[in-house]
């Protein structure tokens, strides 16, 4: 698994956050994008270690090629570093 994409508006908030935060965790070289109806909250929330989340963070409604296009979009990121 190189990619995650969450939907966290069908989750109580405090158990998405907890559930991104142990992912970035256990998982640091994951990349994550999290489909939103609130991008702020998301877009600023960190990891349970006090770093950031580092996710993609997309307004909702996203549709698949643009999920797909910034999980391409990291990957070319980090073929390049």
């Known amino acids: 698994v190189r990619a995650l994409v969450?939907?966290?508006?069908?989750?109580?908030?405090h158990e998405a956050s907890a559930y991104l935060s142990l992912v970035r965790t256990?998982?640091?070289?994951?990349?994550?994008?999290?489909?939103?109806?609130?991008?702020?909250v998301y877009g600023a929330m960190k990891a349970t270690d006090g770093h950031p989340l580092n996710a993609t963070v997309?307004?909702?409604?996203?549709?698949?090629?643009?999920?797909?296009?910034?999980?391409?979009?990291?990957?070319?990121?980090?073929s390049k570093d």
């Open 6 to 13: 969450v939907f966290p508006d069908d989750f109580p908030a």
């Open 58 to 78: 997309l307004p909702r409604p996203a549709f698949g090629w643009t999920i797909l296009d910034a999980i391409r979009a990291t990957f070319e990121v980090q």
């Open 26 to 40: 256990r998982r640091a070289d994951l990349t994550i994008v999290v489909v939103t109806k609130e991008p702020p």
